[in-house]
């Protein structure tokens, strides 16, 4: 961690001044802290070092690197450390105006956008001997504007996913400062998925162990195969398919299905009735593959309509949840929460986005119930909560609001917001009492009462055990009262 031009700037009253004005990093500022709470998506530390006059504030992260937050909710790293932002902050003095150049804009168009911009500030203050006095005494070198604007470029390149920026009472992601492409999801996902099928296609015997003992890294040798297709793959794939059976069923059984099916050869079927045949839920899951006593043509056949329908080789194609599933899976945690969180944003600011095709004129909510599920996955259950919660508001039928107040009760217990469970179930006694509805006829009858009586009698457990055993004694009451209810 390097902060010694920030040592520099606490000892010396005329630096930090300089720093202040006109480069706008105010030390002074940091005792205002920011315009509102927040913190780290990845859950780490962070120090509020200065501001600026606009209300944005610069923080060091755990790791030492900078984090810029405006004002107005966009947040990027402008530097690896203090040293390295501060250099970027007074070589650029208008660096908030460059955060749309790149290197690959070159540098003759580099050097007319920072001559235009310092043009334009020195109609107002001057910037040139300040500049040169300070970055002096810090002990930074001379850099061509250019060499800053790669410096500033790969620090914005880094935001995300490790440093996402939250409203920690909103739960919401702060926008990137900049709108510089970044690679898609899927590769850095995919990344060791191909590594490792690589390994297959070379014969290389400890990769078919691990495939053997691993079927996270199965899964990701499959996706592989299924965007980087090459005909001499059909042996690797005979060799996978039986170990993948192993799981029983998965997508990436039937991709690997297909995949063979694609070749159109009717040697082939034995193997894939073998497969369809390891349990029920094969038998299931590829019951339509065509019988041994099949033709080729009827495999392939086969193959292309479900290669249309749900396979594909754009990996661009697939759902977002494909790639958060295999991120989390390797333990890419911030790779999947974070394109998770901006999903999950972008619903509650525009519900429309759950509007049915089929049906424009219903919302379809179960977006965000996969979407709890997906947080509670990574162990974030503050995320989980927002998108419980918003689903549960979005509930129309008496059962389906029961249900789904049962579940927000039951995640609120497990996040320790017991006060908060015991408020979601009294609302829920209150649709019990006033469904407005017929779907509520057989509740008592099937597995739905038995598991919100549970809730009760879990959430009075909790109290009790966290001393508040007067609120537990109400919640094994009501819990009593409709547990006699229950055929």
Known sequence: MTDHALRLLHRAPRLAALAAFPF???????????????????????????????????????DGSVLYASSEGGAGLLGSNVDEALD??????????????????????????????????RESYGIDAERTELRAALGFPDRSPAELIGMLYAALQRTEPGFVLLNAEEGRAYRLLDDHPRPPLW???????????????????????????DPVRRRLALRAAQFDRADEDLPVLLRLLPYEAESSMTDELRLACVLIGLHGRAEHLPL???????????????SD???PDADGSALRQWALGLDDAMVGADPADEPLEIWTDLAADQGLTEYARVPLIRRLDEI??????????????????WPLSSLASDFERLGDLFQALRARRLYTALQETAWDRVSALRDLAGLERRAGELEAAVRTLSR??????????????????????????????????????????????ELREAADGLRGQLA
């Open 272 to 286: 894939l009735d073998e497969v369809r045949h390891t349990d029920f839920d094969t038998a299931c899951g590829l």
């Open 24 to 62: 706008d990093f105010d030390l002074d500022r940091a005792a205002y802290g920011h315009v509102e709470p927040v913190r780290l998506a990845s859950g780490g530390g962070l120090e509020i070092l200065a501001g600026d006059d606009t209300g944005g504030t610069f923080f060091r992260c755990d």
């Open 88 to 121: 970027i902050l007074t070589g650029l003095p208008g660096w908030r105006d460059h955060l749309g150049l790149s290197p690959q804009d070159g540098e003759e168009a580099i050097r007319a956008a920072v001559a235009e911009t310092e043009d334009s500030l």
């Open 428 to 473: 829920l006694r209150t649709v019990l009492d006033a469904p407005g509805d017929d779907s509520l006829e057989w509740l008592y009858r099937v597995n739905l009462g038995r598991f919100v009586v549970r809730e009760h009698d879990e959430l009075a457990r909790a109290l009790t055990e966290a001393g508040a055993s007067a609120l537990g004694a």
């Open 187 to 213: 590769e850095p996902v995919l990344a060791a998925g191909r590594r490792d099928f690589a390994a297959l296609r070379a014969g290389d015997e400890a990769a078919w162990q691990a495939m053997a003992d």
């Open 348 to 365: 509650e600011l525009d519900q429309s986005l759950l509007r049915d095709p089929r049906d424009p004129g219903k919302l379809n909510s």
């Open 289 to 291: 593959i065509p019988d």
